[in-house]
């Protein structure tokens, strides 16, 4: 079926999957299989001994998953039966070398799909293909993430969500960050995404209350909308927030503030003081831990029809002051060890939009960055990544026509428009100690948007 196809049906599909959000507790029993030679089994078992998560684990001897369900008294049909369902199923696939061998995938997850709870999680272990010397392997591990991304869409009615943790060799012991992500409702608008772990110079268990606590934060556009929810997210996991935000929002800014214990900075990301005015701030408060480059506008026209001040002033608020902003703060060491760099891209900077090149060009230079600095700062202990939210019901959102909208919301395999707190979520993954190995990640939060895919 085309996808033009496929998209009408949804169209006409009543209600999408209510999603769990992070207030749900993540609970129940984890399906944990794998290839051969797995490599990230004992992280994985020992997250979910550490989590409360109980897990079933197909018998070596027959290997056969029913008979394991059957054991555990997990059901395999109907959302309504009597017993338990499975929160998610885990794959490690890091062995996987032959085609042959990715059978075992198949053997994995076929038997038990129809047995995983509404807002349930599928995650499949790989390595990282350009990696691997043999391209029989190189061709497998790939293989994985083509999977991944098949059950995502397959899975996308009932909530669940499936993603590749793709895991470097030597990064095993950084997973504890990406999986206390993945196997809650937190990643819950986070779905088809390929997180990529890396060594880290230092490594650190994953705290569940309070893990930025000590860690000062400056949010830019912090006032409303997606800004505002990055901002009491950090606040709720113990950050002391600094929301920036421009002189028309300051009685937004100064009241979200003061709820939050933090401080409210009145400033123009694009004047020429800027930069120097962090820089001194950040000064006084022993340097920033995390910097989340949010502000960011639209001047949408085609190209042709595009004044030039829409373009520059476009690029200048979504990427050229973040930029400057992080070079005042990175020569001047105001960045603290263990720091973290986000920032916010688009879908849209993925794909392209028709009537956006300004936003889309902007947009894309801030993955562009993200990809170039990562690695210049690992030995700094300084992670960059960014976020690219797909379509999020915020003021932005709402200022488009009705019938654009609801196509908007609709096209993704959840059928539905993200929130705030789904991209907020994200970055306090990025922000939490354990998230060390995570950098040079853009993370989507579209719901496996079907645009750029
Ligand atoms: P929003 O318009 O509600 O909030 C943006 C905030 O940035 C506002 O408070 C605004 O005052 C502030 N801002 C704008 N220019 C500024 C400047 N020069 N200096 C300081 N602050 C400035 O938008 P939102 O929907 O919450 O979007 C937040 C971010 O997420 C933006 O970068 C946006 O491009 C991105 N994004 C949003 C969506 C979506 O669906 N809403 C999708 C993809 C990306």
């Known amino acids: 079926m085309s996808q033009i196809v496929e998209t009408l049906i949804n169209l006409g599909l009543g209600k999408p999957a209510e999603l769990k959000r992070a207030t749900t507790p993540f609970q129940g029993t984890v399906l944990l299989g794998s290839g051969p030679n797995p490599g990230c089994m004992n992280a994985l078992s020992l997250f979910c001994q550490q989590h409360g998560l109980a897990v079933a684990a197909p018998d070596n001897a027959s290997g056969e998953i029913s008979k394991t369900l059957e054991a555990a008294k997990i059901w395999a049909h109907g959302d309504d039966a009597p017993g338990e369902k499975l929160q998610a199923l885990v794959f490690d696939g890091t062995g996987i070398s032959t085609t042959a061998e990715l059978s075992l995938a198949y053997e994995f997850f076929q038997p038990a799909l129809k047995s995983v709870a509404r807002s349930g999680r599928l995650l499949i272990v790989s390595r990282p293909h350009r990696d691997q010397s ?33 895991v470097e060799d030597g990064a095993e012991e950084n997973l504890t960050g990406p999986l206390t992500f993945l196997l809650s409702h937190k990643s819950a608008y986070v779905n088809a995404q390929v997180f990529r772990v890396s060594e880290a110079t230092a490594t650190s268990a994953a705290i569940d209350t309070q893990p930025l606590a000590g860690k000062t934060a400056l949010v830019t556009g912090a006032s409303r909308g997606i800004g505002a929810a990055i901002a009491s997210t950090l606040a709720r996991d113990g950050a002391k927030i600094i929301g920036l935000d421009v002189e028309p929002m300051r009685a937004d800014l100064e ?49 042709a029809n595009m004044p030039k001040h829409w373009w520059d002033m476009t690029l200048e608020i979504n990427l050229g002051a973040a930029l400057r902003i ?128």
């Open 134 to 166: 043999d391209p029989e392997r190189a061709a497998c591990q790939r293989a994985l993430e083509g999977l991944a991304r098949s059950l995502a869409k397959e899975s996308g009615k009932k909530g669940i969500t499936a993603q590749t943790l793709c």
């Open 255 to 303: 009241t979200l503030m003061q709820k939050l214990g933090g401080e409210a900075l009145v400033a123009d990301i694009t004047a020429d003081g800027t930069p120097g005015q962090l820089l001194e701030l950040a000064k006084t408060k022993g340097g920033f831990d995390i910097v989340v480059h949010n502000a960011g506008i639209t001047r949408d026209k085609t190209l």
């Open 326 to 453: 992080n070079k005042a703060l990175l020569e001047a060491n105001a960045i603290n060890e263990g720091g973290r760099i986000i920032g916010v891209s688009s879908m849209n900077g993925i794909a392209g939009q028709r009537g956006q090149s300004n936003y889309a060009a902007s947009k894309a230079g801030v993955i562009g960055y993200v990809e170039q600095m990562a690695p210049q700062l690992k030995d700094r202990g300084i992670t960059v990544n960014a976020v690219a939210p797909g379509f999020i019901e915020t003021a932005m959102t709402a200022a488009i026509p009705t019938m654009t909208r609801e196509v908007g919301r609709r096209l993704n395999s959840l059928s539905q428009g993200g929130q705030p707190e789904d991209v907020a979520e994200t970055i306090a993954f990025f922000a939490n100690p354990a998230s060390q190995g995570i950098t040079g990640n853009v993370i989507r939060v579209c719901g496996q948007s079907w645009l750029g895919a």
